[in-house]
């Protein structure tokens, strides 16, 4: 099992591109299920949870090629009786897999994936995913941990998300690009993927308007085609290493990025003190002490959940106290006690942290929980005294692109242990 070694404290300097985004290119990848031409896919990046995406596709009947340098991707569509099933040994290392079943239940009329179930930062229920297939005309049945739906073709339909749910926002538009009328869809989540994902199915030839909003509104065809299509950058790898400026008092530019989508993330860094330059596409931010800053995480355009481990180890150096609140997942705070094994004071209390800096970090053997965690205790191992090793780091790899390189061109000591 790989590890991650440090040698700390270090100062991060340099410029680095930023990855395509993970969650944008995943659903990217399934929408090729409702596709009757080729898509080529580019900026996808090289991460575990990919791999595992296009190995379920590959069984699903899709001809997958990656490219070996440039993030290309080239999709070709099934032929006519391949599987409809997502087994549960396909599926069981990535949520994100659900995103089969929308597709497969609009193009082929019926799907069987195995249900995702729990992981390590909370219970997320695909019952909002349900809901939607049945308001347009799908049954559905829950047996041995598989959902079975299925529907002759699906028609148009009003619903409204009982939550703003991102994959639930997905499925649901993708499955009614090929309804039989208009879907409007309700409380959707407004996360820039999703917008991502419009644009892909809009290339396709589908008609979608709203997306970025609220409500959606989809007037179902008879087929979609292919096409070619770019993924956004990276959001979260972005923060993550300008996370890391402000924490080391760096000075770290991240090229080829989308500044619009990490509005409250800037905002906040310019709070703690940091100098935040923005010009086109690149990002730099410059460090030079910290304050506390309080964050809440909350749904786009808010702080994301998936910066909030980051913004702990930030907050470990920053002079004060900081609460950091987490209202999207009921479990996100497993990292805690391991910066706490590093020398950071912190106290839990139900949804919120308190943490109390700054505090000395010493470097210790660590172990990572899930993706955003291992991201967390890797930082934090930069700016702790001596040497840190991050422990089950196939949870990082299932979400940065060679983080270890990206580290080490930006002037960190780190090295991977096999």
């Known amino acids: 099992m790989d590890k991650l070694q440090i040698h700390g404290p270090c100062r991060l300097a340099g410029t680095i591109q930023a990855s395509g985004a993970k969650n944008a290119a995943l659903p990217a990848l399934t929408a090729s299920l409702l596709a009757t031409a080729p898509v080529t896919l580019e900026n996808v990046p090289r991460v575990q949870d990919i791999r595992t995406m296009l190995r379920l596709l590959d ?18 569509p099934a032929t006519d009786g391949a599987s409809s099933e997502a087994l549960y040994e396909l599926v069981k290392t990535m949520r ?45 049945v829950l047996e041995h941990g598989y959902v079975i739906a ?21 499925n649901a538009m993708m499955a009614a690009s090929l309804a039989d009328g208009t879907t409007v869809l309700e409380n959707c989540a407004q996360e820039p993927e999703i917008t991502d994902l419009a644009d ?27 096409g070619q299509h770019t993924v956004i950058p990276d959001r979260i790898e972005t923060g993550t290493y300008l996370i890391g400026a402000a924490l080391t008092s760096g000075d770290v530019t991240v090229e080829k990025a989308r500044p ?16 935040v330059t ?113 422990d089950r780091i196939y949870h990082l790899d299932r979400g940065y692109e060679r983080m270890e390189e990206k580290l080490r061109h930006l002037g960190a000591d780190v090295v991977r242990l096999s």
């Open 200 to 226: 892909l199915l809009r290339t396709f030839g589908a008609h979608i308007t709203g997306d970025g909003t609220d409500r959606i509104e989809i007037e179902g065809v008879e087929s979609l085609g292919g």
């Open 278 to 390: 923005v010009d086109g596409s690149t990002i730099r931010v410059v460090g030079n002490g910290m304050r506390a800053v309080d964050v809440s995480t909350a749904p786009h355009p808010g702080f994301p959940t998936d910066l909030q481990a980051q913004w702990m180890a930030l907050a470990t150096r920053a002079t004060g106290t900081t609460e950091v609140c987490e209202t999207i997942f009921e479990n996100r705070f497993q990292h805690a006690p391991e910066l706490m094994r590093m020398g950071a004071t912190i106290a839990v209390d139900d949804h919120c942290a308190r943490i109390i800096g700054p505090a000395h970090l010493s470097g210790a053997k660590v172990m990572a929980t899930d993706l955003r965690a291992s991201a967390c205790l890797v930082l934090a191992g930069l700016a702790a005294e001596g040497e840190t090793v991050v």
């Open 96 to 140: 994100a897999s659900v995103l089969v079943l929308g597709p497969l239940l609009a193009k082929r009329g019926y799907a069987r994936v195995s249900l995702p179930g729990g992981c390590a930062i909370g219970v997320r229920p695909i019952d909002q995913h349900l809901k939607a297939f049945e308001a347009m005309g799908a049954e559905i």
């Open 59 to 76: 069984h699903l009947g899709v001809k997958t090629t990656e490219a070996r340098v440039d993030g290309t991707v080239l999709l070709e």
């Open 260 to 275: 619009e989508h990490l509005g409250a993330l800037l905002t906040a860094l310019e709070a703690v003190g940091a100098q």
């Open 150 to 170: 299925q529907a002759d073709r699906l028609h148009g339909a009003h619903f409204r998300f009982d939550m703003p749910t991102v994959t639930g926002t997905e």
